[in-house]
């Protein structure tokens, strides 16, 4: 298959479906971009169709969308950011893939590939999206996000070399230095290891899932299910951080419009990890709980939920890996800083 621009506003939509965080300005911006470089069109490729040998670079946004729009890119951000990988390991990437395919992390590993004349593979490293660079089936198959190689908008390149939990926590001051977003290029891999480290078919999918009339369960290639339909009736802000992650604790409360009339109480660090429907356990990390708006279909973030909002509330079943029990350690409640 060759993703062209017949196939871009298609993956496009697709990225959108349970993306939370996505900025519509820094989403157009990657889009056109994306459409600027494509030309003929990138090859999208199964890593079990890539010679064993071949280096595959992970591609993806590090830091804020809202930066991103504010502090325009060169264009040329995933080069650099991928040929100081390829200097670091002293090979050239003959494949790029996806972290995670929410948004602008569906686009930007297309724009390498389409700036390094390399197939893309039908795959990322999530299967959903998780808030951490650490948190990925790569990292679950035993391989570490560094070397990994940092291109930011205003010319910085840094190459971080930290052991696999560190590195999180040893990149977020840099992005912030570098003016709130960058490109990093990481996860280096051949393609023997990714075959059994990526979660496989999954750009396929949000093309399939983003067409005119498709439904959008196609974009969940582990299940959907919707947990309730209702109204926001209460946003409470929590206290207490934890150190790991990049955001405060809250609590949205939604009355259930039918059925059993339950209060459904969605807890969110970051993201939405926990949902209890009259106090019992609905659904928790690591599926994705996202809340949709009823009127529009778009996704609402934790900090855009407002009393008075029609909403539904699906669940998007995670890989198997993640309901392992390594899996549940880096992607589950525990995760998050919650406890049952």
Same mark, same amino acid.
């Given at each position: 298959?060759?993703?062209?621009?017949?196939?871009?506003?298609?993956?496009?939509?697709?990225?959108?479906?349970?993306?939370?965080?996505?900025?519509?300005?820094?989403?157009?911006?990657?889009?056109?971009?994306?459409?600027?470089?494509?030309?003929?069109? +990138?090859? @999208?490729?199964? !890593?079990?169709?890539?010679?064993?040998? /071949? #280096?595959?670079? &992970? *591609?993806?946004?590090? =830091?804020?969308?809202?930066?991103?729009?504010?502090?325009?890119?060169?264009?040329?951000?995933?080069?650099?950011?991928?040929?100081?990988?390829?200097?670091?390991?002293?090979?050239?990437?003959?494949?790029?893939?996806?972290?995670?395919?929410?948004?602008?992390?569906?686009?930007?590993?297309?724009?390498?590939?389409?700036?390094?004349?390399?197939?893309?593979?039908?795959?990322?490293?999530?299967?959903?999206?998780?808030?951490?660079?650490?948190?990925?089936?790569?990292?679950?198959?035993?391989?570490?996000?560094?070397?990994?190689?940092?291109?930011?908008?205003?010319?910085?390149? +840094?190459? @971080?070399?930290? !052991?696999?939990?560190?590195?999180?926590? /040893? #990149?977020?001051? &840099? *992005?912030?230095?570098? =003016?709130?977003?960058?490109?990093?290029?990481?996860?280096?891999?051949?393609?023997?290891?990714?075959?059994?480290?990526?979660?496989?078919?999954?750009?396929?999918?949000?093309?399939?899932?983003?067409?005119?009339?498709?439904?959008?369960?196609?974009?969940?290639?582990?299940?959907?299910?919707?947990?309730?339909?209702?109204?926001?009736?209460?946003?409470?802000?929590?206290?207490?951080?934890?150190?790991?992650?990049?955001?405060?604790?809250?609590?949205?409360?939604?009355?259930?419009?039918?059925?059993?009339?339950?209060?459904?109480?969605?807890?969110?660090?970051?993201?939405?990890?926990?949902? @209890?429907?009259?106090?019992?356990?609905?659904?928790?990390?690591?599926?994705?709980?996202?809340?949709?708006?009823? =009127?529009?279909?778009?996704?609402?973030?934790?900090?855009?939920?407002?009393?008075?909002?029609?909403?539904?509330?699906?669940?998007?079943?995670?890989?198997?890996?993640?309901?392992?029990?390594?899996?549940?350690?880096?992607?589950?409640?525990?995760?998050?800083?919650?406890?049952?």
């Amino acid at each position: 298959m060759i993703l062209d621009r017949d196939a871009l506003e298609p993956l496009a939509a697709g990225s959108r479906l349970f993306a939370t965080g996505a900025a519509d300005s820094s989403f157009a911006l990657v889009r056109d971009w994306a459409d600027e470089v494509i030309a003929a069109g +990138v090859p @999208l490729v199964p !890593a079990d169709r890539l010679p064993g040998d /071949t #280096l595959c670079a &992970v *591609v993806t946004l590090v =830091g804020s969308t809202t930066a991103l729009a504010e502090s325009l890119p060169t264009g040329q951000e995933p080069l650099r950011a991928v040929h100081a990988l390829q200097h670091r390991i002293g090979a050239e990437a003959g494949a790029v893939v996806a972290l995670n395919l929410a948004a602008e992390n569906a686009l930007l590993p297309l724009i390498a590939a389409a700036q390094l004349g390399v197939p893309l593979v039908d795959g990322d490293g999530s299967g959903r999206v998780f808030p951490l660079v650490e948190q990925t089936t790569y990292a679950l198959a035993g391989h570490s996000p560094a070397p990994l190689a940092l291109a930011g908008a205003g010319g910085e390149l +840094v190459l @971080l070399e930290t !052991a696999p939990d560190r590195v999180e926590a /040893t #990149l977020r001051p &840099v *992005v912030l230095s570098a =003016g709130g977003w960058a490109v990093a290029a990481c996860y280096p891999m051949r393609a023997r290891q990714l075959r059994s480290a990526v979660v496989p078919g999954t750009v396929s999918r949000l093309l399939h899932a983003g067409r005119p009339g498709a439904d959008r369960a196609l974009a969940a290639p582990y299940g959907l299910r919707r947990l309730a339909l209702g109204t926001i009736i209460a946003v409470e802000g929590g206290g207490g951080r934890a150190a790991h992650l990049p955001s405060l604790p809250s609590s949205v409360v939604i009355g259930e419009s039918d059925g059993l009339r339950r209060l459904v109480r969605l807890e969110a660090h970051n993201e939405f990890v926990l949902a @209890l429907a009259d106090g019992a356990v609905a659904a928790t990390a690591p599926d994705q709980i996202c809340l949709i708006s009823s =009127g529009d279909g778009v996704v609402i973030d934790v900090d855009q939920a407002e009393p008075g909002m029609e909403v539904e509330v699906v669940v998007v079943k995670a890989a198997p890996v993640w309901h392992t029990e390594q899996g549940r350690a880096l992607g589950g409640l525990q995760a998050f800083g919650i406890t049952l």
